[in-house]
């Protein structure tokens, strides 16, 4: 799908995730419902590479099991992904992969997360 009229954010975008110097960073995408953010991200992730993971209302063990399917399919086959028995390991697992190199990871609704994972 073409974006139109959208090259200067997905410059922003590009900019945020690729600070020369700078290490790893998290960068939020926020904005009035229904504007685009979604396609947005989508479009820099397929330009970029990365991955897009989409947090729903299914089980923990379910979209655990989702994200370690895809992550693996994202990364190199050289790149080790584990299974994630919980949220927990889950962001450890990014912490110390961000350590080691840049990566991009879109994670759509995370505020979803809270209701599927209150801890």
């Known amino acids: 799908m073409k974006i139109y009229f959208r090259e200067q954010h997905l410059e922003q975008l590009d900019a945020a995730c690729n600070t020369?110097?700078?290490?790893?960073?998290f960068t939020i995408v926020h904005g009035r419902r229904k504007v685009g953010k979604t396609t947005l991200v989508r479009q820099y992730v397929k330009l970029h590479g990365g991955a897009y993971i989409s947090i729903t209302t299914q089980s923990s063990k379910l979209q655990l099991r989702d994200?370690?399917?895809?992550?693996?399919?994202?990364?190199n086959e050289d790149s080790y992904v584990p299974v994630f028995p919980d949220w927990e390991e889950f962001f450890t697992f990014l912490f110390y992969l961000s350590k080691r190199r840049r990566f991009t990871i879109v994670m759509d609704d995370f505020l979803t997360l809270e209701l599927v994972e209150p801890a």
Do not use: V, W
């Not at 020369?20 to 960073?25: E, K, R």
């Open 67 to 75: 994200i370690t399917e895809h992550l693996r399919s994202s990364f």
């Open 20 to 25: 020369p110097g700078a290490g790893s960073s």
